[in-house]
Structures are given as structure tokens and as C-alpha cells.
């Protein structure tokens, strides 16, 4: 069974960075294109950041120019460069597939961004 980890979050300040990493095994990870999401209390999940198979790059418009997201394909890992946090990042972050399948979703990382 695919196993996604997410780790590397925490409690940061306004303006602090912090990096996730999401590390996936049972999985032929290099073909399949990533995404990190995050779920803040009250709301739906959204994806944040996503990327291929090839490492071309989206984002959401509410972190373009702040978070990276990159890929290990030797490591099978994907991470999540977090830059300039803000209290409205606060979530719990996850990463998944893109687009998602339901049944690899993890126990997630919590991130809070105290103001």
C-alpha cells in the first residue's frame, strides 16, 4: 500500500520560513506529478503548490512568490520551501498525488504561524 509522510512543520513566528517534506514509498514516485495541500480549520482542502513528473511548478495565487515546491525522485521524496509565513498559512499541510487519490492521503504536518 502507497504511504505518503508529511513532517516538518511546527510553530513559527509571522515572517518565519519552515521546510516539509513529504517522503513516499510503494510508489513509482518519478512518474506520477505531486502536490502539497493544507487544511485550515473551517475549511476545505486546497492545493497549494503542485508539481510534475518533468519538475514544472504551480502555486496558488495566495503563496506564489513565497513558498517552492521541489522533487527528489532519487530520495522519493517532495518538498516544500515556506518563506514569509503568514498567521493565514496556519493549516495542516499535506501532499498527495496530483490530482489526488483519496486512499494515500496522510496523517499530515501541522503548520502555525503565530502573528
Known amino acids: 500500500q502507497v504511504q505518503l509522510v508529511e513532517s516538518g512543520g511546527g510553530l513559527v513566528p509571522a515572517g518565519g520560513s519552515l521546510r516539509l517534506s513529504c517522503a513516499a514509498s510503494?510508489?513509482?514516485?518519478?512518474?506520477?506529478?505531486m502536490g502539497w495541500y493544507r487544511q485550515a480549520p473551517g475549511k476545505q482542502r486546497e492545493l497549494v503548490a503542485a508539481v510534475t513528473s518533468d519538475g514544472t511548478t504551480n502555486y496558488a495565487d495566495s503563496v506564489k512568490g513565497r513558498f517552492t515546491i521541489s522533487r527528489d525522485n532519487a530520495q522519493n521524496t517532495v518538498y516544500l520551501q515556506m518563506n514569509n509565513l503568514k498567521p493565514e498559512d496556519t493549516a495542516v499541510y499535506y501532499c498527495?498525488?496530483?490530482?489526488?487519490?483519496?486512499?494515500?492521503w496522510g496523517q499530515g504536518t501541522q503548520v502555525t504561524v503565530s502573528s
Open positions: 498527495n498525488l496530483n490530482p489526488v487519490r483519496a486512499a494515500y
Open positions: 510503494r510508489i513509482i514516485f518519478r512518474i506520477f506529478p
